[in-house]
Nanobody, 123 residues
Framework: QVQLVESGGGLVQAGGFLRLSCAASGSTFSINRIGWYRQGPGKQRELVATISSGGSTNYADSVKGRFTISRDNAKNTVYLQMNSLKPEDTAVYYC?????????????????WGQGTLVTVSS
């Protein structure tokens, strides 16, 4: 099993910055890709950024140039550095991991989610 715990959310003024952390525990060797999603008020959950086990990154167009995703494999932690925050970045941010697990019947793919951390950007 893999568990994800986010931290680092809070209230910040527009133009400010925050750094979110996602600490993974359990069978972390099964993590293939890990990243961040967000869900704003009245909106659907959307991709923010992901990073693969090989270090390849992917960003939503809305955050390119402002957000940076990174991972510290020794600490089993993924970070999301968010700069130049805008009110439209207000959302609950969720950590998500894609798992590749070897089971008796073969290989199983599934995903796990953290509980989320709230980011509020005031104008």
């Amino acid at each position: 099993q893999v568990q994800l715990v986010e931290s680092g959310g809070g209230l910040v003024q527009a133009g400010g910055f925050l750094r979110l952390s996602c600490a993974a525990s359990g069978s972390t060797f099964s993590i293939n890709r890990i990243g961040w999603y967000r869900q704003g008020p009245g909106k659907q959950r959307e991709l923010v950024a992901t990073i693969s086990s090989g270090g390849s990154t992917n960003y939503a167009d809305s955050v390119k140039g402002r957000f940076t995703i990174s991972r510290d494999n020794a600490k089993n932690t993924v970070y999301l550095q968010m700069n130049s925050l805008k009110p439209e970045d207000t959302a609950v941010y969720y950590c998500n991991a894609d798992l590749r697990e070897v089971v008796p019947s073969g290989v199983r793919y599934r995903e796990v989610w953290g509980q989320g951390t709230l980011v509020t950007v005031s104008s």
